[in-house]
């Protein structure tokens, strides 16, 4: 599972955020409600995450890097190998990477130089002698840490969004955030965007069709009716028989699947029970193949160079899926969190630059072995926080909860450009950026876009959000 970077510089709702979550995903049976009323339930809670899968009463397949899929388990389902079957080529997947916390979008894409800007910023601004210079506004400048997005970006694979966020902003780590993840600025929408759309656009029997890589439902993948799925790594599952290994193991394996296969229509409800087990087995084992070796152990094959750490596992993570996505696995919508977290209220300088770094570098390295392996055109990351942060620094050398951000949309197909306008230094009576793009135009714009999918399925209000041309 990854592990979830909070210093000490954090703050209490951050972290006070963060523990809730925990807790409702590892099956607390307490609401967020009993600790503080203000707060929305996260979509997706009380879906059962221990059991491998759920039917059309909807929801979540949870295979959890430690666990093991006995023979009795009855999990992920033929649907896997069918949807694998019929999905074309050329199908589009797009990843949703949150950066946990706000990031300090004024750092990522600074006015260096503005005086008015080293002036909010005594200590943290950005000198215009640093950085990439922003090829479409010369007010701006990359920060030095997101050198790898500047130069996707002059190579027309990134679209950037400046002062994207919603009006009236709430600055609560958990409610902004839950507005992002279920599409709309509602506290009690159960479902998440991309939930929805699977829902209207998927299948009941394709749990792989919206996978989280966080070890537990992302609650943007929040489905009503259609499964999904929780994994860490494509490389940590394991198929496991008690007292049973070696070539022993794999004749069971593949002599239980044949059986299986065979009796999978029996008309005795017990014996189609018990081959539908033995049948799924096989075909998870056939879907995990690709990622492990003669010998059974982990083994993803790796054509670039990613970015190595001590600090989670963001790379790694990122690496399983271009091998997932390249080994055919019928993938629709994927979701992510950043290890680091970005509510730098103090000594921002640190953690800020180092998980900046890592992000953009992690994200370059997946998008050039997409190109290696020649599916870059059916993937697109989406880079997404709950908010910006206050333009003016405070006095712990970090930056407060802001309201308009920042956010990426990075892909060969992208269009590669700047959507919208930076919005300047004008700031509201908070002394925050104030919002220019809304994030629910450009969840209707991808959805109609990248999907084909009416927008007005999926999105609450959705004919009226401006759209913008994000897809070539």
Known sequence: MAVVLMPRDCCEGFSRS?????????????????????????????LDRRRFLIGAAGGLVSVYGAGRLGLTSRVLGDGIAQAATLQSPSSPVLVSVFLQGGIDALSVLAPAGD????????????????????????????????????????????????????????????????YWEVGAT?????????????????TPANPLQGLSMDGQMNPTLATAVNPTAAIDRPDDFSLWLNGVWGDVFDWTLESASALGDAQHDSPDPAIAQLSG??????????ALAPFRDAGGNAAVTVPVQYPTTSTGDLPQRLAGLAAMIAAGVPLRCVALTTDTQFDTHASQEKTFDDGLSLVADSIAAFQSD??????????LVH???????????????????GAAGLSLLIGSRSTGTMVGEWPGLTLDVNGNQIENTDFRGVYCSLLE??????A????????GFARHQLIR
Do not use: C
């Open 18 to 46: 963060q523990a809730i979550r925990r807790a409702l995903a590892s099956g607390a049976p307490r609401s967020p409600r009993e600790w503080d009323p203000r707060m929305p339930t996260p979509a997706g809670t009380g």
């Open 115 to 178: 005086p008015q800007y080293v002036k909010l910023r005594p200590t943290l601004a950005v000198p215009i002698s640093a950085g990439v210079p922003f090829t479409e506004d010369t007010r701006l400048r990359w920060h030095p840490s997101a050198t790898s997005f500047a130069q996707l970006h002059d190579a027309g694979k990134v679209n950037v969004l400046p002062g994207i966020g919603y009006s009236s902003p709430d600055m609560s780590h958990f409610t902004s955030r839950h």
């Open 186 to 202: 509602d506290t009690g929408l159960a479902t998440g965007w991309l939930g929805r759309y699977l829902d209207v656009a998927g």
């Open 277 to 286: 087990a033995a049948s799924e087995v096989g075909i998870v084992r056939r």
């Open 370 to 379: 997409l190109e290696a392996r020649g599916i870059e055109d059916r993937v």
């Open 383 to 401: 880079v997404w926080s709950e908010f910006g942060r206050r333009a003016q620094e405070n006095g712990s050398e970090g930056t407060d909860h």
């Open 449 to 454: 876009q990248w999907f084909g999918q009416d």
């Open 456 to 463: 007005g399925a999926v999105i609450p209000g959705a004919a």
